[in-house]
């Protein structure tokens, strides 16, 4: 089955600046990449997503890039803001649907 | 406002009991999942199912259960639970005209003591 993994597991960075959060995966099968924001104590919610015919996609500050032959995709939050710190998932799944999930990352931007 | 919602939110209870946990939604979503999420492991499916008449396995469905009673409902089972099942379990659903977007429910904090 799939694999994906997530890097880092923390991030704190300071209000202002940019973030960077890195996933890989395993299966090459693998077409959809969803990127995911939890807020404390709330439900993941879909923030982006991308399709493997795609490279990049961008959302005003988040975007997200896809290297298919390397086999992982990049979160980038640019202009961070203090509602920006949450856990962040990413995803990879193929035809049948069913995604993967990353372990997930914690954000906390600094005031 | 169509959404997915869970009940119960919080449950506790003691080794060796049978628990369920129910996911309703007025998505009209024909694909549902059920996923628990522990720290540090991220959310991990449990079973999912397409249709009604669909159930499948997913990575960690040892010791649950699962029923699609309507295209709205599904429900999860712990026929005898264990400790190492205390943790929080969130419903989805998607719909296959949509691509994969999942959504989820607000999530049940289950204990198991």
């Known amino acids: 089955g799939e694999n994906v993994e997530q890097h880092p597991s923390t991030l704190s960075v300071q209000e202002g600046d940019s973030a960077v959060i890195k996933c890989t995966y395993s299966?090459?099968?693998?077409?959809?990449f969803p990127w995911y924001k939890q807020e404390l104590g709330k439900r993941p919610q879909l923030i982006i997503d991308?399709?493997?015919?795609?490279g990049e996609k961008k959302d005003q500050r988040i975007a997200v890039t896809l290297n298919k032959t390397a086999k992982h995709f990049s979160l980038h939050i640019t202009e961070t803001q203090p509602e920006d710190s949450a856990v962040y998932f990413c995803?990879?799944?193929?035809?049948?649907?069913?995604?993967?999930f990353g372990a997930g990352t914690t954000v906390t931007v600094r005031a | 406002d169509a959404d997915v919602t869970q009940t119960p939110r919080n449950r506790i209870t003691k080794t060796g009991k049978r628990i369920m946990l129910e996911c309703s939604q007025t998505?009209?979503?024909?694909?549902m999942y059920w996923y628990r999420q522990d720290p540090g492991l991220g959310l991990r499916l449990i079973y999912y199912?397409?249709?009604?008449?669909?159930?499948n396995k997913g990575e960690i469905s040892d010791g649950y259960s699962v029923s699609r009673q309507a295209q709205a409902k599904f429900s999860l089972s712990l026929e005898s639970a264990i400790p190492n099942q205390t943790a929080l379990y969130f419903c989805?659903?998607?719909?296959?005209?949509?691509?994969?977007?999942?959504?989820f429910g607000p999530g049940t904090r289950l204990t198991v003591l």
């Open positions: 989805a659903t998607s719909d296959r005209d949509r691509n994969n977007e999942q959504f």
């Open positions: 299966d090459s099968a693998s077409n959809y």
């Open positions: 991308i399709r493997s015919n795609v």
């Open positions: 995803a990879a799944s193929n035809y049948d649907y069913k995604l993967s």
């Open positions: 998505k009209g979503h024909d694909r």
């Open positions: 199912s397409f249709d009604v008449k669909d159930i």
